[in-house]
């Protein structure tokens, strides 16, 4: 079964720095994006950035760069988030899904087929 | 590229065909997905492609359009069906999200 495993729900205090991971099974980690999602109340679902775990290579969206680090181990099947410095405003809920192709050469469509649970994180004084 | 959903929310019956339209703030082709969040759960991957079901979803729900204005359709809803639907573009790699449509039931 392929699954997507998220580390659990954090509180934390703003300034300080965090790791959130997601742990891949039941199919071959180097070979599928994984992204990352927030969810928050106000703004509901946002695309933070990807990473294809074979090479590290990584696309951020322009409003989480240089906010948020995306890495990916391959040895463990593991991606993760994090931040070096946590504000208020970073509280949510944060999936992660891999990302799936479809189509042929010239009509590639590309869907998150698979999530994590979420990882909720709360940051508060 | 902005995604607007419409309405928010809606309520409707058990039996009611429900319709949830999508827009996009330029042409993307068919490269639209919709999922469906449940209360308290991830997001679950419904349609891609604008129209292709995804394995194991009940055959109620389509999808359909192309270009700016897609819709989801939800034909004899169930009280399974309670959730809040999303589309998200995939034209480009900067993927969107709409801002959902929260369906309940009456």
């Known amino acids: 079964e392929v699954q997507l495993v998220q580390s659990g729900a954090e509180v934390k205090k703003p300034g300080e720095s965090l790791k959130i991971s997601c742990t891949a099974s039941g199919y071959t980690f180097t070979t599928y994006w994984l992204a990352w999602v927030r969810q928050t109340p106000g703004k509901g679902l946002e695309w933070m950035g990807i990473i294809y775990p074979g090479d590290s290579g990584t696309r951020y969206n322009p409003s989480f760069e240089g906010q948020v680090t995306i890495s990916a181990d391959k040895s463990i099947s593991t991606a993760y988030l994090q931040w070096s410095s946590l504000e208020a405003s970073d509280t949510a809920i944060y999936y992660c899904?891999?990302?799936?192709?479809?189509?042929?050469?010239?009509?590639?469509?590309?869907?998150?087929?698979?999530w994590g649970k979420g990882t909720a994180v709360t940051v508060s004084s | 590229i902005q995604m607007t959903q419409s309405p928010s929310s809606l309520s409707a019956s058990v039996g009611d065909r429900v319709t949830i339209t999508c827009r996009a703030s330029?042409?993307?082709?068919?490269?639209l997905n919709w999922y469906q969040q449940k209360p308290g759960k991830a997001p679950k991957l419904l349609i891609y492609a604008a129209s292709t079901l995804q394995g194991g979803v009940p055959s109620r729900f389509s999808g359909s359009g192309t270009g700016t204005v897609f819709t989801l359709t939800i034909n004899s809803l169930q009280p399974d069906d309670l959730a809040t639907y999303y589309c998200?573009?995939?034209?480009?790699?900067?993927?969107?999200f709409g801002g959902g449509t929260k369906v309940e039931i009456k």
């Open positions: 998200q573009q995939s034209y480009n790699v900067q993927v969107a």
């Open positions: 899904a891999r990302r799936r192709m479809t189509g042929t050469t010239g009509d590639f469509h590309y869907h998150m087929d698979v």
């Open positions: 330029q042409t993307i082709s068919n490269y």
